[in-house]
């Protein structure tokens, strides 16, 4: 039984491996419906890669479906946030919205140019380097005095690499942006069908959320404005 078991997850992984490269194939076919499925596939199994999201924002973007190409964009961003052709097609995208050219505070800018698990490693790395530094001055005193002046910058570094790491997870979990996903979407008064529409947003605007209730979710747009949307018309943004 444990070796028929075996046998039945390898199987399985195989299976799950095989939606992107399925996907792959159907987008190098010009198949775009069968990509995105396929992608979607692999997805759904929880095994995925900057390579995956950005396939399937591709493959969004060129069936005219902004909203989603830049969803896919920022997830794949958020799993590579240097790599420049994601960083480019995402910008790309953007600009194929009419009116929406997003930039992101300095600071934002660069607390998103690593992930929080890369933060987390630069932190523990420069902290291991001052305890051996301050091991170093125990053991060998002469070492350790001529070593001060690096035990002191390292034990600097390690404090602002986590008080930057801190500042990270506070955007990661404060982060409320939210992307439309359909043709147009009426922002309403109330949380109600029939509610007086107030202002329209268009496919793939990025949008900071307010609240939710019972299926609609309250936003405001780049220009203050604020209404309710059914929360089916949007994607909301989830950092890693």
Known sequence: MPRLATIL???AFTAHADYFAEGNRHFDQGNLPSAIASYRQQIATGRVSPALHYNLGNAYFQQGHLGHAIHQFHR???LAPRDADIRANLKFARDAVHGQRPRPHAGRALLAALTLNEWSL???IVFALWLVLAALGQWRPPLGKAARPFTVLAGGAAVLLAVLTALSWRNHS???TAIVIVGEAAARHTPWTE???K???KDGEEIRVVRHHQGWTMVEDQAT???WLP???LRLLRHN
């Open 231 to 233: 929360s089916t018309q």
């Open 122 to 124: 630069m932190v523990a």
């Open 9 to 11: 997850l390898l199987l």
């Open 76 to 78: 794949a961003r958020q």
């Open 199 to 201: 202002f329209t947003l």
């Open 225 to 227: 404005r604020w209404g």
């Open 174 to 176: 404060n982060d409320r």
């Open 195 to 197: 509610a007086e529409s």
